[in-house]
């Protein structure tokens, strides 16, 4: 199959839309399919993607500009004209749209005008953080730019119940569900490394972790109600624009930036607990990385964690907005060494058949799918 995957993001940009489709396009590689990424690019960004198998799937950069205050969200504003020339080179069989907006939004009208069936894929809740922005009448407008642009697409695909149903309210139509897959030969309780916890927090100290972007829509300031919990350390991976406030606010808190691979995967293992405070999570990737690991996961009642956290099994959901819920289910799973234990393996078997390959190979059903509708459509 011939598969042209247009991401509204990319590397050196690590975030979900990212990494779904680099693993995406990992699993594809290995198996001959034919691939191509359309993606935002800068001076110096790479336009190979070196998979693991070896192989090179060619990235072709779309000129774009940072985005006022997020240096790292990049705005590609190609023209329809100039994908659909980049389209009928590739000749591809379907087209795939991450998280499409501005650049995958023109990359439809050019995929539907070279007659090539479309799956986009939803992953970043815009009209969301417009509504926690200090411009919330973008939040309607928001609505609209989505639905003008995944009701042109063939097949949509949602990552959650939750996400799927808000979707078919705002009339997305054509939506179905794909969720997302997790590394479970790379993120596993087998890697915890207590030389590592040393150096993090004091002997005797339970480990809270957070992994994630550190602005201000993932509500990374609510994690302020743990850490001053007795006992504990609070470890949080990543970084961003608010990474120097909240290092003020919580001064015992280890920041210990951006891991990947297995560096990542260590600190998930060697961590007690995770939690999750945004509201507004599409994917909920590092809470299905976390639960591979072995963690109980606390996050807020509220989309993404709803599907993922059996509440009182392998974590707990506490209700939006109150910290001291919060608070309190961490307290009930830290110093509880035989509940988290037991929270923290029924979260590992939780996740242990969704794997990247099964989510891949799902995905490439509704490939299919795509082509068949189009099929059809041109037949009439």
Known sequence: MRILFVSESSLPHANEVTDSVLRVVDHYATGGDDLAIIAP?????????????????????????????????????????????????????????ASPTILGGRAMVAAQKEGVPTVAVYQSDVPGHSARSQMPFLESASWQLLKDVHNRATVNLAPTTATRDQLIQHGIENVHLWRRGVDTSLFSRSLRDQSLRSQLAEPGERIVLYVGHLAGEKQVSDLEVIHDLPGVRLVIVGDGPERCALRRAMPRARFVGHRFGT????????????????????????????????????????????DLISSSRTGWLYTPGMLDEMRSAASDLLFDDAKRRAFGEAAQESVRKRTWPVL?????????????????????
């Not at 023209?79 to 659909?84: F, I, K, N, V």
């Not at 999750?276 to 996050?299: D, F, N, R």
Request: charged share 20%; with cysteine.
């Open 41 to 97: 690019g800068w001076r110096g960004t790479a336009r190979l993607l070196r998979t693991t198998g070896g192989r090179g799937v060619p990235v072709h950069r779309i000129a774009s500009l940072p985005l006022a205050g997020r240096t790292e969200v990049r705005i590609a504003p190609t023209s329809a004209t100039a994908l659909r020339r980049r389209i009928a080179a590739f000749q591809p069989d379907v087209v795939h749209l």
């Open 263 to 306: 560096d990542l995967a260590t600190y998930f293992a060697s961590a007690d607990l995770f939690i999750h405070p945004g509201e507004l999570e599409t994917c909920g990737q590092t809470i299905s990385q976390a639960m591979a690991s072995g963690l109980p996961v606390i996050a807020p009642r509220r989309g993404v964690p709803t």
């Open 360 to 380: 891949a190979e799902q995905l490439r059903g509704y490939y299919r799918s795509a082509i068949e509708q189009g099929s059809t459509l041109a037949a009439r």
